[in-house]
């Protein structure tokens, strides 16, 4: 109950000692007085919602990034961080909380004080892809406030320096050839959007590949980098810097049309027509955050996302900003939850 409130009802409730004969008329002046403090309550309520959010922040934030350091999800939020520490002087904490392909940290955001002070950095894999696979201790989108779209980047199809394809039809070849034998790192975990690509991949193509999961894209890049798996999908912000460092090859990426910063690498599409998949990051509240507050976050990111250097930064990741409102996020995963469901039960996927 807000401050304003409480003052309001105490005022109405007070009364003086009162003769019997003035009861009736005490009852009836109660009864007005109560009507009008509400209304006057009601209407000084917006103000000072208003001018708590003017205020927000009054202390540190929380981004929470429910995957390991080092992933797309977890630069993109310190990013953000820096950014917001320079505008409201408040100082931005990222906290990784890996586990349950994201699902853990993101619990955490979603049992938090709806105040916009816990923040959590999810990607499609919690957004859209969990509630067709886990019976999740929260809804994504009855318990979250959806803030802003940060950014999509295609995935980057990459393989270990040991295995001898460059192209994909060169790899589609030798996993035939090895009849199961490579390995596809699930960066991310079980039904991530890394997964279903592999799956997806896989089943166009005609070939069988074993699954290894990963909590996130930092571990799956490291096992691929040191040849304890053979392939894999995975973000561009996170995969990109290992390919330009030569640790793992690129094969193609997963966009629809080719990416400006990866020069005359073809798509997998222009082997496997319509292949199109992706990481997409986006920031939300817990439910119940007021709406100002929602709205003075997501000025703030789309402000962000739209400086030069920002998206310089997310350009050489061959990455790209998302100027979605809140209700464009809240609809776009709407209409995604029930298309990745339908992947899931298409390709049969199970975390069981």
């Known amino acids: 109950m807000g ?15 009162l003769h019997p ?9 109660k009864k007005s007085l109560w009507a009008i403090s509400l209304g006057t309550c009601s209407l000084l309520q917006p103000s000072w919602a208003q001018s708590a959010a003017e205020a927000f922040p009054t202390k540190p934030i929380k981004i929470v990034v429910p995957f390991p350091a080092g992933g797309t999800s ?3 939020a310190r990013m953000l961080g820096i950014k917001f520490t320079q505008a409201w ?3 931005v904490v990222v906290e990784n909380r890996p586990g349950s392909s994201g699902n853990l940290g993101a619990d955490i955001v979603a049992k938090s004080p709806a105040d916009g002070y816990t ?4 990607d499609v894999g919690n957004l859209v892809i969990s509630p067709a696979l886990y019976k999740l201790p929260f809804n994504v989108q009855s318990d979250f406030a959806p803030v802003a779209m940060v950014g999509y980047s295609p995935h980057l199809l990459v393989v270990s320096q040991k295995i001898p394809a460059n192209t994909t039809a060169e790899l589609i070849a030798y996993a035939k050839a090895q009849k199961g034998k490579l390995n596809f790192a699930a960066a991310a975990g079980t039904g991530s959007a890394a997964h279903l690509a592999g799956l997806v991949f896989a089943q166009r193509s005609g070939i069988e590949w074993g699954y290894v999961p990963y909590k996130g894209g930092a571990q799956a890049m490291t096992d691929l980098i040191g040849g304890q798996v053979d392939v894999t999908f995975n ?3 996170a995969t990109y810097p290992h390919v330009k460092s030569g640790k793992i090859k690129l094969i193609a990426v997963s966009s629809a049309k080719r990416n400006a910063q990866l020069g005359d690498v073809p798509t997998v599409g222009e082997t496997l027509s319509g292949f199109l998949t992706g990481s997409w990051q986006g920031l939300l509240a817990p439910a119940g955050t007021p709406k100002a507050i929602v709205d003075k976050v997501h000025a703030e990111v789309i402000r962000i996302t739209a400086l030069p250097e920002f998206k310089e930064r997310l350009n050489t990741l061959g990455a790209e900003p998302s100027a979605m409102s809140t209700q464009e996020f809240a609809a776009w995963m709407k209409s995604e939850i029930p298309a990745m469901a339908k992947i899931v039960k298409d390709e049969k996927v199970s975390v069981d």
Do not use: H, N
């Open 74 to 76: 977890d630069v993109l």
């Open 235 to 237: 973000g561009m912000v």
């Open 119 to 122: 923040l959590v950095l999810m």
């Open 89 to 91: 002087g408040q100082p």
């Open 21 to 29: 004969s003035q009861k009736a008329m005490s009852t009836l002046l």
């Open 3 to 17: 401050l304003f409130m409480r003052v309001c009802i105490a005022i109405t409730l007070k009364e003086p000692s």
